[in-house]
């Protein structure tokens, strides 16, 4: 059984052994040891905390006790203090009553300062705004107001103090309304200048902080305002109604204002990061402003008047609130983001852009010459030297638009090219209005009849002008060749160019044209040396420019070009509408007549000469063309020519002038006008060839016996033995054509007087070859007309045919550059020759051949100068025939002619040779001609009259058909003898 410890502790120690087992002692013994171990922890708990009791209870019992005799000494205090304050009850009266006056005096003197403060105000706020301060101007008005607060004069209903000072002080219920209005005042100000082009980066900043002070708007809302005040000034710069003032300065106006207005965003918005190299550069000047008059770290507002007031009898008495007031923003002023300001700079720009293009597009149109152009370039250019280039606006422009902004290229560079385009085209415009109104006006005029005008006769006729001898035929040694002076050529070279005096007008009016255009033009090309600046070391070192003025050489020239061609075209188109007319007109010359058909081709000569001329005579169309690639060499030619002289430098010129392209934009205009000169000769050409071949043709088949008797000459008599069937020798006389009929002498002659009339020693080959090749086509088909119709012809008629095709065949012997052509008409030759000889007697053919030859030979020689100009131009007959070759008795009519020139038409030249120089023949072998044994007296003779001329092409007709006839006569000589 569990003994419990009330038990124990009542039994006896041997009864409890005798009670219980060992085990149960044990257990016992146990639980008694652990309650005391229990008892005795419990002890110590409640001994520990009854002795903290008992600690504070005595520290209570020693604080009532100090507290007991505090309060017995406070007492025995309390009672001296009360006999000591009966004893002075009467001296503190007195006392309060002192101060309390003198608060009240102290209070009035301080109202009194604060008073003449506020009266002063507006004359000072006044001297602010007069002296452009506004910022002090703005904390000035600020005082005023808080001044205002203080004397409780802005509430609605007063406290009876401020009405008291109502009462005594009137002035003041009017002197708020007087300084109410420079608020409006500072703020017109601050916003007009930040209009202003030529504001400093202070006074900006100033100006913002000033609206920033008054209206309580944040830097990013004043940043708005700057932008759209900025954009409204670019605005009224590029309005072209503004008075007074260039546009020259308009434009660098403009230009100065986006730099300046560039630079201020950064100066004075732009806030470096922290920890950034450039956190002590001169940016973020609002918020650096603003701090320095607002806010604790602000410097109070009456520092300004402070020197000023320092002697002043009231100031003084000037209250702590007013002589420390500094205003205070309601918002909290956060610098402008990066991101915002980048973006809005951005849009700024663009916007600008847009205003500047259209603005000074505007402005731009009022110049009207390059010339001006290239001032405002050059203007633009010395200011951005020396604001708006270098490594520091790229910096700027780098922090607030993360790029670098080209004022030229982007701004003014796109409308000056714009703007040089219309000019440049303008110009060409006139010049083409001018030519055509001088060609419509000279049309009209060629169109009269019966003109007197000594140039229009010029037009009539070309020869009239080229034989006139004038005084300046003959030019000075300079006017030899182009110098850069642009003197003319004299007038001897213009009449080997048959250019008559109408041509030269004309061309020279549209060179001037021209040469102005071209000279403005130059003045925005010309490169010039750059400025050169001396350096630290002394070193000579060129400024980096802002732009490159000359970048824009390659568009002008292209412009140049444009303008020219187009000028040239539209002239074109003029001519070849007045060419195809006039070839209508020719086309119906039976209805309208021959002299209305003249003077349609008197027309279109005219207007293939003013083509050729333009080429020629207009070098300064040719400089416009070509642009760069002839200035250098022209200058560098020019100088050879003033060192060599005349024709030795005119030569060096031909050779130093760059190969002409015929791609180029002048290889393809000259080669457009020269295509339309052509197309105008050959108009002329077709025209004449068709009248002569006409009047050929109705002479030819003219049988009339008035016709007959016109058109015959004298025959040749001559003697020749001939030997009959029994040896004996017979002379008799034979009768042959000696010269060629007058109606082909008359169509020769009218041919060569008609290419002489129109300046033939100026025309292509190819043109003259055209009109001889159509005259001699249609001869022979005249002559195929002939035959056809007439079935047979008298032998003296068929001789006279045979001498006159030979004839004719020789003097428009013109080969071309068609060789198939040439063969083909050369066959068409061979095959009438065969088709007239038929109707001659065989062996009187064979007889008469040579003699025939001697007489063509002879007639060809005498004619050849006379009629030179239709012969090949290539050889001619007569040339280098030595003086013996046709009988002494004929010396006096053959002249040897020189060597074919490129301009001018045959000349006679003197007879006389070098014998140490003898000249070459060429002998063309001829078959021998088979004869009757009577005629061998005069074999020799036949067949040195058989020989061709010695300076006859072999390629020409007279060769091939006199070869061929001779050929052919011994052939059918030899069959009738079988």
């Not at 650096?288 to 602000?298: A, K, N, Y």
């Not at 010269?739 to 002498?745: D, E």
């Not at 001889?772 to 119709?789: C, H, I, K, R, W």
Request: charged fraction near 20%; aromatic fraction near 6%; charge should be neutral.
């Amino acid at each position: 059984a569990e003994i419990k410890p009330e038990q124990i502790a009542a039994m006896d120690t041997n009864i409890l052994f005798q009670k219980y087992t060992i085990s149960e002692v044990k257990d016992t013994e146990k639980k008694i040891r652990s309650d005391i171990e229990r008892k005795k922890e419990d002890l110590r708990q409640m001994v520990g905390e009854r002795y903290r009791d008992l600690i504070e209870a005595a520290d209570t019992i020693r604080e009532m006790k100090n507290s007991a005799n505090n309060v017995g000494q406070a007492v025995s205090s309390m009672d001296k203090y009360c006999q000591q304050l009966q004893k002075n009850k009467k001296n503190h009266a007195r006392e309060s009553k002192e101060a309390a006056k003198k608060k009240e005096h102290d209070a009035f003197y301080s109202i009194a300062a604060e008073i003449k403060l506020l009266l002063d105000m507006p004359e000072r706020i006044w001297s602010s705004l007069e002296a452009a301060e506004l910022l002090s101007a703005a904390r000035l008005y600020l005082l005023s107001r808080h001044i205002m607060s203080s004397l409780h004069l802005d509430s609605p209903s007063p406290p009876p103090s401020a009405q008291n000072l109502l009462t005594f002080f009137p002035i003041l219920s009017r002197q708020w309304s007087y300084i109410s209005h420079f608020k409006v005042a500072i703020l017109q100000n601050a916003r007009n200048m930040l209009k202003k082009p030529d504001a400093t980066e202070k006074a900006t900043a100033e100006a913002l902080c000033s609206i920033m002070l008054l209206e309580d708007t944040s830097p990013r809302q004043v940043f708005t305002e700057y932008l759209l005040a900025k954009t409204n000034t670019v605005q009224q710069l590029c309005h072209p109604g503004q008075q007074g003032g260039s546009i020259k300065a308009h434009v660098c106006g403009v230009v100065q204002l986006i730099v300046s207005t560039v630079r201020q965003m950064h100066a004075v918005f732009y806030s470096p990061e922290a920890g950034s190299v450039k956190e002590q550069e001169a940016c973020d000047q609002l918020l650096t402003t603003l701090g320095s008059v607002s806010g604790d770290q602000g410097a109070p507002v009456y520092s300004l008047l402070e020197t000023e007031l320092r002697n002043r009898p009231f100031a003084k008495h000037i209250p702590s609130s007013i002589a420390e007031f500094c205003p205070v923003l309601k918002t909290l002023a956060n610098p402008v983001s990066q991101d915002h300001l980048q973006a809005s700079c951005q849009q700024w720009i663009s916007t600008c852009v847009e205003t500047v293009h259209r603005g000074v597009g505007e402005l731009l149109g009022y110049v009207s010459t390059i010339k001006g152009l290239v001032a405002i370039r050059d203007a633009v250019w010395d200011m951005l030297t020396q604001d708006g280039a270098g490594a520091e606006w790229s910096e700027v422009c780098q922090h607030i638009l993360r790029r670098e902004v080209l004022v030229w290229e982007e701004f003014l560079r796109p409308i000056l090219l714009n703007r040089s385009q219309v000019i440049i085209e303008s110009q060409c415009s006139s010049t083409a209005e001018l030519s055509l109104q001088l060609v419509t006006n000279t049309l009209q005029e060629l169109g009269q009849k019966n003109t007197t005008e000594r140039t229009l006769m010029y037009e009539h006729d070309v020869a009239m002008y080229v034989w006139t001898e004038m005084s300046s035929d003959m030019p000075s040694k300079s006017s030899w060749f182009h110098n850069k002076q642009g003197e003319e050529l004299g007038g001897l070279a213009v009449k080997a160019k048959a250019f008559t005096p109408r041509i030269q007008s004309l061309c020279k009016k549209i060179d001037c044209k021209l040469q102005a255009l071209l000279e403005d033009v130059s003045q925005y090309t010309s490169v010039t040396q750059p400025h050169q600046e001396v350096g630290p070391g002394g070193d000579s070192t060129t400024a980096s420019p802002p732009f490159d003025k000359f970048a824009d050489n390659a568009n002008m020239e292209k412009y140049l070009q444009d303008g020219c061609t187009s000028c040239i075209t539209r002239l074109l188109e003029c001519v070849t509408t007045e060419l195809n007319s006039a070839r209508e007109v020719v086309l119906k010359k039976d209805a309208v007549g021959i002299s209305s058909s003249s003077s349609t081709i008197d027309k279109a000569l005219f207007l293939a000469r003013l083509c050729s001329g333009l080429t020629e005579i207009c070098p300064n169309l040719q400089l416009c063309m070509m642009g760069k690639q002839s200035k250098d060499v022209t200058h560098e030619s020019a100088r050879t020519l003033h060192k060599q002289g005349s024709w030795r430098g005119v030569s060096k010129l031909q050779g130093t002038m760059p190969p002409l392209d015929e791609n180029s934009p002048w290889g393809k205009l000259r080669a457009q006008l020269l295509t339309t000169a052509d197309t105008g000769h050959r108009l002329w050409a077709e025209h004449t060839s068709g009248w002569l071949v006409d009047q050929f043709s109705t002479a030819l088949r003219d049988d009339s016996p008035a016709a007959v008797l016109m058109s015959a000459t004298n025959w040749e008599e001559m003697e020749i033995q001939e030997e009959t069937e029994a040896g004996k020798s017979v002379q008799s006389k034979i009768r042959l054509p000696a010269q060629a009929s007058w109606y082909v002498q008359s169509m020769l002659f009218l041919l060569c007087r008609e290419v002489n009339r129109v300046g033939g020693h100026a025309l292509s080959r190819s043109i003259l070859h055209d009109v001889v090749q159509q005259t001699s086509a249609g001869v022979l088909t005249a002559y195929e007309a002939l035959l056809q119709d007439s079935a047979t012809l008298p032998q003296a008629r068929a001789l006279q045919l045979v001498f006159d095709l030979r004839y004719i065949t020789n003097m428009l012997s013109a080969r071309g550059a068609d060789s198939q052509a040439y063969r083909a008409q050369a066959d068409r030759v061979m095959r009438l020759m065969e088709k007239i000889e038929n109707h001659i007697d065989p062996f009187d053919l064979d007889v008469f051949t040579p003699y025939l030859s001697k007489a063509l030979d002879r007639l060809t020689q005498r004619c050849s100068v006379m009629l030179g100009v239709t012969t090949s131009p290539d050889h001619h007959l007569a040339a280098g025939r030595p003086p013996g070759s046709t009988g002494q008795q004929e010396q006096h009519n053959v002249l040897p002619l020189p060597p074919p020139c490129p301009r001018f038409s045959l000349l006679p030249i003197n007879t006389r040779t070098d014998s140490s120089k003898p000249r070459p023949t060429i002998d063309v072998p001829v078959p021998k001609v088979q004869v009757p044994p009577s005629l061998s007296s005069s074999s020799q003779e036949v067949v040195d009259a058989g020989r061709l001329p010695r300076a006859a092409s072999p390629s020409s007709l007279y060769s091939r058909i006199g070869a061929f006839s001779t050929g052919w006569l011994s052939n059918i000589g030899g069959q009738g003898n079988k």
